[in-house]
């Protein structure tokens, strides 16, 4: 249970956790929650979130063209993913604790930044 | 039509986002999303937000408090919530958020109902307006 929140059923906003500070379990910041990646379906309410896209603390989301599947001209992808090769991925399973209050994700481990699933 | 993508970077492609209805009138844009806990510990998403309410929270600081107070202040009832749209009514995505039901069944403009209601229909010569 990644939560803090022990309660089934708790209900939080997407909000809360972009912006929210990204940490190891020894406490070294690993950057903030830029987006997050949701996959699942037939339906959007069988969405889930699937992790976290982590960025170095005031970098932007340039668009989406720092991830992989978003088309675009390609000297500006290939200048915005020069400029972003830091950018992580933490899985879900990868979350150890989410603390609402204090806005901040303790994560095992980051993983390189994934593409995009292209669209059913 | 587009349907829904295998996945979604919600800031990216959700948020801020045209919710249009059936018949391509626009309802609002998506200002937050609600997510639920699930028995397994997994956030799901189970609804739109829309309104001051969702995005001043968003926004955040000295601005996003001003949008939240303001919209209290200017709603009638005593805990107003944001509007709240499914998530079960997504029918597909594109450049919009498309919904089944129709905007006027949805009740998410209730801020724009009030504010009709209360100070536009009571400008003179606001039956006139179009």
């Keep these: 249970m990644p939560s803090e929140s022990a309660a089934t059923g708790a209900v939080h906003r997407l909000g809360e956790l972009l912006g929210a500070e990204v940490v190891l379990p020894d406490g070294t910041k690993a950057g903030q929650v830029n987006d997050v990646r949701l996959a699942g379906g037939p339906g959007l ?4 979130v699937d992790g976290f896209v982590v960025r170095a603390r ?3 989301a340039f668009l989406g063209y720092d991830r992989r599947a978003v088309l675009g001209p390609w000297l500006l992808r290939a200048l915005v993913r020069a400029a972003n090769r830091d950018a992580r991925y933490v899985r879900w399973r990868a979350v150890r ?12 481990r980051l993983d390189p930044l994934e593409d995009e699933r292209a669209p059913a | 039509m587009t349907s829904l993508r295998a996945t979604y970077d919600a800031g990216l492609h959700l948020l ?14 998506v200002d ?16 739109l937000l829309t309104g ?4 001043g929270p968003r926004t955040g600081g000295r601005l996003g408090s001003w949008m939240v107070a303001i919209w209290r202040r200017l709603r009638p009832d005593a805990d107003p919530q944001p509007g709240r749209i499914e998530a079960r009514l997504v029918t597909h995505t594109d450049s919009a958020v498309h919904v089944s039901a129709r905007a006027r069944d949805l009740r998410v403009d209730g801020f724009e109902q009030w504010a009709r209601a209360n100070v536009i229909d009571k400008i003179p010569g606001a039956g006139r307006a179009e």
């Design chain 2, 32 to 47: 937050d999303l609600e997510l639920r806990e699930r028995a397994d510990g997994r956030l799901a998403v189970s609804a």
């Design chain 1, 45 to 48: 309410q069988d969405y889930v």
């Design chain 2, 16 to 29: 801020d986002r045209q919710i249009v209805d059936p018949d391509d009138a626009p309802v609002a844009n």
């Design chain 1, 97 to 108: 604790r989410i603390d609402w209050e204090a806005k901040l994700v303790v994560v095992e």
């Design chain 1, 58 to 60: 005031g970098e932007g």
């Design chain 2, 52 to 55: 001051p309410g969702a995005l």
